[in-house]
């Protein structure tokens, strides 16, 4: 079996976790917790505390030494279409919402 060596994700960044659990719940809430990249990149517009939110948090496809551990662990364990339960990373509280997947980007 092949391993994929890039994810396209797109993620929200809270500082606070009282802000993300706030998010995940209206996405569990109006999507069953299964929202579309394009309803999760309106939420992330609305709420991510990260300057990605100006591209509905789309953070474009990237390798696993890119990101932070639990980031990218995270990340890249969750299956295409499919949104993480609440990651901490130094850099605060995250929800990644996991678009594709690929071998080699060019």
Do not use: W
Request: proline share 3%.
């Amino acid at each position: 079996m092949k391993t994929c060596n890039f994810v396209k994700a797109r993620h929200i960044l809270c500082e606070k976790l009282s802000k993300i659990e706030e998010v995940k719940q209206i996405i569990f809430d109006t999507y069953g917790g299964n929202p579309s990249p394009s309803q999760f990149g309106k939420l992330a517009e609305e709420h991510s505390d990260c300057t990605s939110k100006k591209r509905g948090g789309e953070l474009g496809y990237f390798q696993r030494t890119q990101m932070v551990g639990a980031f990218s662990e995270a990340a890249f364990a969750t299956p295409i279409g499919k949104m993480t339960d609440i990651v901490k990373t130094k850099n605060g509280y995250h929800l990644i919402l996991v678009e594709d997947r690929k071998m080699n980007v060019k």
